[in-house]
């Protein structure tokens, strides 16, 4: 049984474990994985008027089908701005201007480039289980920290609450497990 004393301890941890996985599936819709997606144009920064905005507070973006993204700019003087935002983010798709919207066209990816992206989505999963680890580890030191400095915990109770927070932890990390398992599925689809 776990000390009722913890049970704020327990909720912050998890909730830092929830924004692991948040932060994993964010990270995720940047993957492109050869259909179009909103999402893969999240990150595009848009210099104009001498500021920085996100892209989507400049321009409407659509998807009319599965190989094309399609942004139209509320102001048309924005077009090469746009242009030069995207080449900047780096999203490894050439942009085309024809003067009204600018039109990104997802090209089919190779079997290389999906191994590539299933390394990549790989590495964000590994960092996300990373995070989820430092939790349990900030945690459980917390509760060392208790039963030594304030006498609060007994052997007992220290081992019973390392316990739920390794069950805690294997939960999230077997979320980032299928995550990654979706996704991996998602990037070799043909």
Known sequence: MIDPSLKDDFKSAETKMTHAIDALESHFKTLRTGRASASLVDKVVVEMYGTSSPLNSVAAVSTPDARNIVITPWDKNALSAI?????????????QNDGKVVRLTIPPLTEERRKELVKKAHAMAED???????VRKHTKEHFEKLKKDKKVLTEDQLRDA??????????WIKAVDEHMKKKEKEIMEV
């Open 83 to 95: 242009e030069k935002g995207i080449m900047l983010a780096d999203i490894g798709i050439h942009p």
């Open 128 to 134: 996300a289980r990373v995070a989820i680890r430092n």
């Open 162 to 171: 390392n316990d739920e927070l390794q069950k805690l932890t294997d939960k």
